[in-house]
């Protein structure tokens, strides 16, 4: 969510070069340069059986973070690290999990929801910590090979562009974590996904299954609910001041569940307007993102702040509420959509 600036970078191909099959160790690479660009290639070891390379953009352009970076695979990652369980679940959910090396679940726990696959892939250190708050030691001790994460995770100060260089390491930051990105995004970075990891055909089952859902939401409220929406206020963290959602993917799951964000005229993802901004606003409904077990403290808060306990929404008690992990686009989005709208529109879904 909290992204940061990174260096505009040149033109970059990275061609990945690692071996076929999941769970085998990694073997160090060679480097070879091209003129007009870098390349780096690894050696692998073994067989690596068929595999049609793929290249995919590090899409630094899209929100004005630097050049974008193009990246050729001509074989399969198997050691995968993942930063919060958003990124983790999209790979738990293709069955990848014999490709990941660790994970951290992050500050947004996703705790509606435990994979089958999830008990066997190693969590680097306790739920509650973000990947940049971990040792570099840690991570590369499980010889990663590609990194999930949001833009800031690949900073100057945490995993940088040429950290990932030096170490072999294919970073990776999800579309959908653009500050305009939709359920198209998403749909995106599980084809991608799957064709770099040679599960195509289970991402396009895993996208239609989605389509599917949010049809039959769409189906459930009618036309009036997109026509007349529930004006939400999203409460994601903070006292002084509230961080909120308001366009991008969060935006996008609310006007699917038949909702606006009470701050959808804010062109970010994320922002964090004032108390009296959020009186001003009057919102039909408050939507509690949790992180870990947070939510009756925050609905607590929202009932004795001195801003908020007279809102129309807290006296009426229409406080919902949704992951924040998935709030921000993962596996189980379309089925947030399904859950906020039968929380907005209890109703529709006897």
């Given at each position: 969510?909290?992204?940061k600036?990174?260096?505009?970078l040149?033109?970059?191909?990275?061609?990945?070069?690692?071996l076929?099959g999941?769970?085998?160790?990694?073997?160090?690479?060679?480097?070879?340069?091209?003129?007009?660009?870098?390349?780096?290639?690894?050696e692998?070891a073994?067989?690596t059986?068929?595999y049609?390379?793929?290249?995919i953009?590090?899409?630094?352009?899209r929100s004005?973070?630097?050049?974008?970076?193009?990246?050729?695979?001509?074989?399969?990652?198997?050691?995968?690290v993942a930063?919060?369980?958003?990124?983790?679940?999209m790979?738990?959910?293709?069955g990848?999990?014999?490709?990941?090396?660790?994970?951290?679940?992050?500050?947004?726990?996703?705790?509606?929801?435990?994979?089958?696959n999830?008990?066997?892939v190693?969590?680097?250190?306790e739920?509650g910590?973000?990947l940049?708050?971990?040792?570099?030691e840690?991570?590369?001790?499980v010889?990663?090979?590609?990194?999930?994460?949001?833009?800031s995770?690949?900073s100057?100060?945490?995993?940088?562009?040429?950290?990932?260089?030096?170490h072999n390491i294919?970073?990776?930051?999800?579309?959908?974590?653009?500050?305009?990105?939709k359920?198209e995004?998403?749909?995106?970075?599980?084809?991608?996904?799957g064709?770099i990891?040679?599960?195509?055909?289970?991402?396009?089952?895993?996208?239609?299954?989605?389509?599917?859902?949010?049809?039959?939401?769409?189906?459930?409220?009618?036309?009036d609910?997109?026509?007349n929406p529930?004006?939400?206020?999203?409460?994601?963290s903070?006292e002084?001041?509230?961080?909120?959602?308001?366009?991008?993917?969060p935006?996008d799951i609310?006007?699917k569940a038949?909702a606006?964000?009470?701050?959808?005229?804010i062109?970010?993802?994320w922002?964090?307007?004032?108390?009296?901004?959020?009186?001003?606003?009057?919102?039909?409904a408050?939507?509690?993102?949790?992180y870990?077990g947070?939510?009756?403290?925050k609905?607590?808060?929202?009932?004795?702040?001195?801003?908020?306990k007279d809102?129309?929404?807290?006296?009426?008690?229409?406080?919902?509420?949704?992951?924040?992990?998935?709030?921000?686009g993962?596996?189980?989005?379309?089925e947030?959509?399904k859950?906020?709208a039968?929380?907005?529109?209890?109703?529709k879904?006897?």
């Amino acid at each position: 969510m909290r992204k940061k600036v990174l260096a505009s970078l040149l033109a970059l191909t990275l061609a990945a070069g690692m071996l076929a099959g999941c769970g085998s160790k990694k073997e160090e690479g060679s480097e070879a340069k091209t003129e007009g660009s870098v390349e780096i290639t690894q050696e692998a070891a073994g067989e690596t059986g068929e595999y049609e390379p793929v290249t995919i953009t590090l899409n630094l352009d899209r929100s004005g973070l630097g050049t974008n970076v193009d990246y050729t695979f001509t074989a399969k990652p198997t050691h995968v690290v993942a930063d919060g369980d958003q990124m983790a679940d999209m790979f738990f959910d293709l069955g990848l999990d014999d490709c990941m090396a660790g994970y951290v679940s992050g500050a947004c726990v996703n705790t509606d929801y435990q994979y089958p696959n999830e008990e066997g892939v190693k969590e680097l250190v306790e739920a509650g910590t973000n990947l940049r708050d971990v040792s570099k030691e840690t991570v590369l001790a499980v010889e990663p090979d590609f990194l999930v994460g949001w833009d800031s995770l690949f900073s100057d100060k945490n995993y940088s562009i040429d950290f990932c260089k030096q170490h072999n390491i294919a970073p990776y930051f999800p579309y959908v974590c653009s500050d305009s990105a939709k359920f198209e995004d998403l749909y995106k970075d599980y084809e991608t996904l799957g064709k770099i990891f040679q599960v195509e055909d289970v991402a396009a089952q895993k996208v239609q299954a989605m389509k599917d859902t949010l049809d039959e939401v769409a189906k459930t409220l009618g036309e009036d609910a997109f026509k007349n929406p529930v004006n939400v206020f999203v409460y994601d963290s903070g006292e002084d001041a509230p961080f909120t959602a308001c366009q991008g993917m969060p935006g996008d799951i609310l006007e699917k569940a038949g909702a606006i964000s009470s701050f959808s005229e804010i062109e970010k993802g994320w922002a964090t307007p004032s108390w009296e901004e959020v009186v001003a606003k009057d919102p039909d409904a408050i939507l509690i993102l949790e992180y870990n077990g947070d939510v009756d403290a925050k609905k607590e808060f929202l009932k004795t702040n001195t801003y908020t306990k007279d809102l129309r929404a807290v006296k009426e008690d229409k406080i919902y509420v949704a992951n924040c992990a998935i709030m921000q686009g993962s596996a189980g989005s379309a089925e947030l959509v399904k859950s906020i709208a039968q929380q907005l529109y209890p109703d529709k879904f006897k």
